[in-house]
């Protein structure tokens, strides 16, 4: 498909070019790859000889004939999530959990300083695509695994502690004076409560 170029009458048309897009990223990820290969043949060889041998990805799969236009409700489609942008909001959360440039203290997605309360979505959260929707997946994996680890009750806290049940939390939702529990409403790439 490629980049959403419009939205008119329940028809998304897109650009078409997401095999130039896929392929471009490709060769960028293969440059970037055999720049470390390069580097690490300058290392000595008790260093080098104990690092794994080079690993290349497939390339990424197109489908060949992308269509460029989606009729959103013949497609079931009946709800849409703009997500969009490069700086997260989280001006409706009212806790501790700020470091001093604004951004949210955590540990692969476990918010320091707030039991309960984790976060997806963020730039280099577990791995460099951590801020992709592929990337997502392996980062929802470990928190799932965390998640359930603390429900059986064997998880700690970074320093070892037990680990504090999850809290009902209370923050102002953007546009809204009441307060409303985490969790319960969020905005792509928010902070969410568990």
């Not at 290392?43 to 041998?53: G, Q, S, T």
């Not at 049940?165 to 939702?173: D, E, F, I, N, T």
Request: overall charge neutral.
């Amino acid at each position: 498909m490629g980049r959403l170029g419009r939205l008119a009458d329940g028809v998304a048309q897109f650009s078409g070019g997401l095999a130039n897009t896929c392929t471009l990223a490709d060769l960028k990820l293969a440059r970037l790859l055999a720049r470390f290969d390069e580097a690490a043949e300058l290392l000595p060889d008790a260093h080098r000889n104990a690092l794994e041998p080079p690993h290349r990805p497939d390339p990424t799969p197109v489908p060949t004939a992308a269509p460029t236009a989606l009729d959103l409700a013949a497609a079931g489609i009946t709800t849409v999530v703009w997500a969009t942008g490069l700086r997260p909001d989280h001006g409706w959360v009212e806790l501790p959990v700020f470091d001093h440039a604004g951004r949210i203290r955590h540990t692969g997605g476990v918010v320091d300083g707030a039991p309960g309360v984790y976060v997806l979505g963020l730039p280099a959260l577990r791995t460099r695509r951590s801020s992709y929707i592929a990337g997502a997946a392996g980062d929802t994996a470990e928190l799932a695994d965390h998640l359930a680890t603390l429900c059986n009750g064997l998880a700690t806290t970074t320093l070892g502690a037990p680990a504090q049940p999850a809290h009902r939390l209370s923050s102002r939702v953007a546009g809204s004076s009441s307060p409303e529990p985490v969790g319960h409403r969020s905005r792509a790439g928010s902070l969410r409560g568990a």
